[in-house]
């Protein structure tokens, strides 16, 4: 079946401008996570939805950094004022439950320069 | 600060050999241990998850838990140069809301034909 999606694949900003990264599920999974990954460092948690609501956010850097997921399905991570210290790989993981493993999309490359 | 330790490598060995994988963690209630292997320029993808002290094996991979020690680590039996690659431990932390992944900084294998 389909993996999780995510796009656009690669982003390129400049300081100061709004993004919006999308992720797109695999399908039935209620469990999604945001990470980031900087080089040569593991991924580092975002936020975690289970459904619609933003059940643990207490990854997010700061208040530029905001997630949604309206209908328990797409999320979209949106950042404002980007700096040139958000520049990473962002990656979403979908679980089909709490401890269940995660399975990451292929990630949004994010340039801000 | 929960902590994952792996050594960053770089790890080389020849193609038919046994390569093996260490990590320690530091958070004792840790229950869910996960191995991701990650090509450069793309995302993690899971090869290995393991919950019980022991071994799991799956085709030319072995996972080792030993939660006294607070230490996993992954074979690879029979080495391919495919398996040329970066290996990230991830492990669980059940006390945050989101059960989210706290992942080392990866060991860097190369498998030289």
């Known amino acids: 079946g389909a993996g999780v999606s995510q796009t656009p694949s690669n982003k390129v900003t400049e300081k100061g401008k709004y993004v919006e990264l999308r992720c797109d599920p695999i399908?039935?999974?209620?469990?999604l996570y945001w990470y980031r990954q900087s080089l040569g460092q593991g991924p580092e948690f975002l936020i975690y939805?289970?459904?619609?609501?933003?059940?643990?956010d207490s990854g997010l850097p700061n208040d530029r950094f905001f997630a949604v997921r309206p209908e328990g399905s797409v999320s979209t991570l949106k950042i404002q004022r980007t700096e040139r210290g958000d520049s990473a790989v962002y990656l979403c993981?979908?679980?089909?439950?709490?401890?269940?493993?995660?399975?990451f999309g292929p990630g949004t490359r994010l340039t801000v320069l | 600060q929960k902590e994952v330790e792996q050594n960053s490598g770089p790890l080389s060995v020849p193609e038919g050999a046994i390569a093996s994988l260490n990590c320690t963690y530091s958070?004792?209630?840790?229950?869910?241990f996960f191995w991701y292997r990650q090509y450069s320029g793309k995302s993690p993808e899971l090869i290995m998850s393991?919950?019980?002290?022991g071994d799991k094996e799956d085709g030319r991979f072995t996972a080792q838990l030993n939660k006294a020690s607070q230490y996993v680590s992954l074979l690879i039996r029979d080495s391919q140069p495919s398996d040329s690659a970066t290996y990230l431990c991830?492990?669980?932390?059940?006390?945050?809301?989101?059960?989210?992944?706290?992942f080392g900084t990866g060991t860097r294998l190369t498998v030289i034909p």
């Open positions: 993981a979908s679980s089909p439950g709490y401890y269940n493993e995660q399975f």
């Open positions: 399908s039935g999974h209620t469990a």
């Open positions: 393991i919950y019980s002290n």
């Open positions: 939805f289970q459904g619609t609501g933003a059940a643990d």
């Open positions: 958070d004792r209630v840790s229950q869910s």
């Open positions: 991830a492990v669980n932390s059940p006390e945050q809301v989101a059960n989210n992944l706290f």
